[in-house]
């Protein structure tokens, strides 16, 4: 059996980015632009802020430096800036805890979208 669990933190982080991003990937930029449902950030804010959150955890699991993620010009390239993040900190072999914390915080930003 193949199925992501708690056994499998890799597995199971990736698939809660894949959901995320079938769930934003499509959004045009007013969608981005408009409050998350949780908070008062926008909801592109929200993501960036993800996506350097799993930046800073692959960085720190390669024993890399931090650096700042940028903030590109086009919000509709943040699902694409998580896949690559996630991807990054999932190659970077760090603790299940990491992984596990990664994924709560994929889940928790899905759900305040």
Avoid: F
């Avoid at 650096?67 to 590109?72: D, G, I, N």
């Avoid at 390239?77 to 805890?97: K, S, T, W």
């Amino acid at each position: 059996m193949n199925a992501a669990g708690p056994g499998r933190p890799a597995e199971s982080l990736a698939r809660q980015v894949d959901l995320l991003v079938r769930q934003v990937g499509h959004w045009t930029a007013p969608r981005w632009v408009a409050p998350a449902a949780a908070g008062n950030s926008a909801r592109a804010d929200l993501l960036h802020r993800l996506v350097q959150q799993l930046a800073n955890l692959a960085a720190d699991a390669a024993g890399e430096r931090r650096r700042t993620v940028p903030r590109l010009e086009n919000d509709l390239a943040l699902p694409d800036q998580l896949r690559v993040v996630a991807a990054d900190l999932i190659a970077a072999g760090p603790p299940a805890g990491v992984l596990t914390d990664a994924e709560a915080e994929v889940t928790a930003t899905r759900q305040a979208l």
